[in-house]
């Protein structure tokens, strides 16, 4: 079956428009939105789509099944309440909102709506995170012991000057919110989740109003730790993760945007296993990696052949482990997850 999609916002709207486009048999693309209508034209013009520039007459439009929003932050939440009220589903971009409230709100909507909402995680689709699923099945991965995972992205004056970048208004956050978010839902994808937080953020790099370098450090439920360190200062950019299990040590490349879509090394601690390790590293089938991968999960949940790889509840996790994030670093203390939602930093990360 395939479902129509609507695609609100031609910036990164564009990659999500190549990943509907290798999933023809899935998706049918039928609406580009935006207010710069040049933009909008181009894209339109690979999908065969209509063009517009009204939000609101795309998500009234009955012939779309799938709002696809790729709006800046501030539009993710009411675009998605709007939506959910006509019943349509919602592809959402990160962050799905501005503060742990609103992040709730959508949870809300979503339980009286046909429309479900599905968050892009894109960094989760590929065949590095395929290869851990399949070493976990076969009890080749057991206690998760430490991480550390850097961002370390090199963004300057022309990424600064699209205007809703770098404010509290209208990004919401800075490289905790924006950034690190797909390292840190990595984390808790391989390790699970979060118990409890102590950050160090700061603003060294740009001259904009949120922090654009962080030190984190984390300790995992299971009693697991791990570090975080981001920047966007650095001279090129590099995302790594290495994942210590007390078996196994795991390696990322340092591609930035497309971690889990290169072959890591998975190092057995014992060297009498590394060949069980490498066999079932090197059958790793994963033909859609990416965006097309978040799409295509999308596409088998909606068919009902899977439940959601990336829940809403897997979204409002990561808005929580940002205000868990930005109260520790604002309070010079601890923070523990789930973090009391009568805090002030429940309404937003704005200082
Ligand atoms: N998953 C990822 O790796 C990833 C990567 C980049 C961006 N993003 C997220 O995607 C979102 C968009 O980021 P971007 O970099 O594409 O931003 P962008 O500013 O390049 O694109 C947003 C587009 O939305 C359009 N727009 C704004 N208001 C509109 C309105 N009212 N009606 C119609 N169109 C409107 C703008 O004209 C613009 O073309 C952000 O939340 C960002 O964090 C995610």
């Not at 699970?192 to 160090?200: C, F, L, R, T, Y």
């Amino acid at each position: 079956m395939t479902r129509t999609v609507a695609i609100l916002g031609a910036g990164i709207g564009e990659k999500h428009l190549a990943a509907y486009l290798d999933l023809r048999d899935r998706f049918t693309v039928t609406h580009i939105c935006d207010l710069n209508t040049e933009l909008a034209q181009r894209l339109a013009s690979q999908a065969g789509a209509e063009t517009s520039a009204s939000l609101d007459d795309v998500i009234a439009d009955p012939a779309v099944d799938v709002v696809d929003i790729c709006l800046p932050p501030p539009l993710h939440v009411p675009v998605t309440l709007k939506a959910l009220a006509q019943d349509k589903h919602v592809i959402v971009e990160k962050p799905i909102a501005g503060s742990l409230r609103d992040a709730d709100r959508l949870a809300e909507a979503e339980a009286g709506s046909k429309g479900r909402i599905f968050p892009v995680f894109q960094y989760r689709f590929g065949r590095a995170f395929e290869a851990l699923a399949q070493l976990r099945r076969a009890g080749l991965l057991s206690r998760p012991l430490t991480a550390s995972l850097e961002t370390h992205w090199n963004r300057g004056g022309e990424y600064y000057a699209n205007p809703w970048r770098g404010t509290w208004e209208h990004e919401f956050g800075g490289v905790v919110l924006s950034h690190a978010i797909h390292a840190h839902d990595l984390l808790v994808l391989a390790f699970g989740p979060v118990a409890e937080v102590s950050a160090s953020l700061a603003t060294r790099v740009n001259p904009i109003e949120t922090e654009d370098c962080a030190a984190i450090a984390f300790r995992m439920k299971n009693g697991a730790t791990a570090t975080s360190s981001i920047t966007l200062g650095a001279a090129d950019d590099t995302s790594r993760l290495r994942l210590i299990y007390d078996d196994m040590t795991v390696e990322s490349t340092r591609l930035p945007y497309t971690p889990g879509e290169a072959t890591w090394t998975f190092q057995a601690r014992d060297p009498n296993r590394q060949d069980e390790i490498d066999r079932i590293v090197a059958a790793i089938d994963c033909p859609h990696e990416g965006f097309a991968g978040s799409c295509a999960a999308v596409a088998d949940a909606l068919d009902g052949r899977t439940g959601a790889e990336v829940s809403l509840n897997d979204a409002i996790a990561s808005i929580e482990l940002a205000a868990a994030i930005y109260h520790s670093d604002r309070s010079g203390q601890r923070v523990t997850v789930p973090i009391d939602r009568s805090l002030p930093i429940c309404d937003g990360f704005k200082p």
